[in-house]
């Protein structure tokens, strides 16, 4: 059976609210949530020491496939440029920008990738 968008909308917070508490409870400062910049979104920004994390949560219900690969080249541009407009308008100089996909499944353990993708 097909989910509808306000299940999957339901589905993909309840994966951005434990991604939050997995980051932490490992010491990241949660900065925004579901950040925009023009069209573009990034599901969580977080700190930690140096750090920024940019953060694509992925939640699914059906693991078949991984996660990770629904984040397509598109939308890793996309998350790039709003970290870009982030750093701007927050004046951001001195940090190193991470990019990191979490792989939240709806029951299990969350698999969270530091430096999935280049910010380059």
């Given at each position: ?11 993909g917070?309840?994966?951005e ?6 980051l932490?409870l490992?010491?990241y ?7 925009t910049?023009?069209h573009k979104?990034?599901d969580i ?5 140096k ?7 992925k939640t699914?219900s059906?693991?078949?496939?991984a996660?990770?690969?629904a984040?397509?080249?598109?939308k890793?541009?996309n998350?790039i440029t ?6 701007l ?9 991470r990019?990191?996909?979490?792989e ?15 910010g380059?």
């Amino acid at each position: 059976m097909k989910k509808n968008k306000t299940e999957k909308r339901r589905t993909g917070d309840r994966g951005e609210r434990r991604t939050a508490l997995y980051l932490i409870l490992r010491g990241y400062r949660i900065l925004e949530r579901n950040y925009t910049y023009g069209h573009k979104e990034i599901d969580i920004i977080a700190s930690k020491g140096k750090t920024i994390a940019f953060v694509e949560v992925k939640t699914r219900s059906d693991l078949s496939v991984a996660p990770q690969t629904a984040v397509t080249l598109k939308k890793r541009q996309n998350v790039i440029t709003a970290a870009k407009g982030y750093c701007l308008y927050h004046d951001i100089k001195e940090k190193t920008l991470r990019f990191d996909i979490a792989e939240v499944p709806v029951k299990g353990r969350i698999n969270y990738i530091k430096n999935a993708y280049s910010g380059q």
